[in-house]
């Protein structure tokens, strides 16, 4: 059985900094394209990073480029999203997810996670 999950979100101050985790099991993680994307309420899911399957080329959305990086650790099967310098607009349900092929778009992904919620706040 495929399945992905998430943890390490949680509470931060702004400026802060969390690293997310996405786990694979029935499957080996390094072989598909990961996307992290988030949602906020009210707001279209949007994707954040992701990381091909082959040379590891990241891609990142204009918002979170400088602050956030995406790498694999292959030996525990597991996509990791270090998130620096957090700010309030950061708030949202991350979910990691993978595909067929690289993209930023949420609808070229397969398989998901069931999400960690990060709530950046004072």
């Known amino acids: 059985q495929v399945e992905l999950v998430e943890s390490g979100g949680g509470l931060v101050q702004p400026g802060g900094s969390l690293r997310l985790s996405c786990a694979a099991s029935g499957f080996t993680l390094d072989n598909y394209p990961i996307g992290w994307f988030r949602q906020a309420p009210g707001k279209e899911r949007e994707g954040v990073s992701c990381i091909s399957s082959s040379y590891g080329s990241t891609y990142y959305a204009d918002s979170v480029k400088g602050r956030f990086t995406i790498y694999r650790d292959n030996a525990k099967n597991t996509v990791y999203l270090q998130m620096n310098s957090l700010k309030s607009e950061d708030t949202a349900a991350y979910y990691c997810?993978?595909?067929?092929?690289?993209?930023?778009?949420?609808?070229?992904?397969?398989?998901w996670g069931q999400g960690t919620q990060v709530t950046v706040s004072s």
């Open positions: 997810a993978a595909a067929s092929r690289t993209s930023m778009r949420a609808d070229a992904y397969d398989y």
